[in-house]
């Protein structure tokens, strides 16, 4: 069974930065596509940043050039660098593993506020 945990979320100024942190159990990291996934009061869940197995690396247009994901395979963790944080980024966060045969896992989020 996989277990992806989030960490690193609270509550920042406007400019500020925070780093989210997943950190995967039962399985090997290495092997998954792993994507942030955040979801506003009232939006519907959007896809913020993904890295592939190999470390390619996209974001939504909303984030580009300010956030950076990032994977340690040896910690079998995942990262969400956030800078220049924004309070439209305010959301829950979510970690998602997505593995070789398309099987989906998430976590269990958590809440990044950005205060004006």
């Known amino acids: 069974q996989v277990q992806l945990v989030e960490s690193g979320g609270g509550l920042v100024q406007a400019g500020g930065s925070l780093r989210l942190s997943c950190a995967a159990s039962?399985?090997?990291l290495s092997r998954y596509v792993m994507n942030w996934?955040?979801?506003a009061p009232g939006k519907q869940r959007e896809l913020v940043a993904t890295i592939s197995s190999g470390g390619s690396t996209n974001y939504a247009d909303s984030v580009k050039?300010?956030?950076t994901?990032?994977?340690d395979n040896a910690k079998n963790t995942a990262y969400l660098q956030m800078n220049s944080l924004k309070p439209?980024?305010?959301a829950i966060y979510y970690c998602n593993g997505v593995s070789w045969n398309s099987i989906s896992y998430w976590g269990q989020g958590t809440q990044v506020t950005v205060s004006s």
């Open 26 to 28: 039962g399985s090997i």
């Open 37 to 39: 996934y955040r979801q």
């Open 65 to 67: 050039g300010r956030f």
């Open 69 to 71: 994901i990032s994977r």
């Open 88 to 90: 439209e980024d305010t």
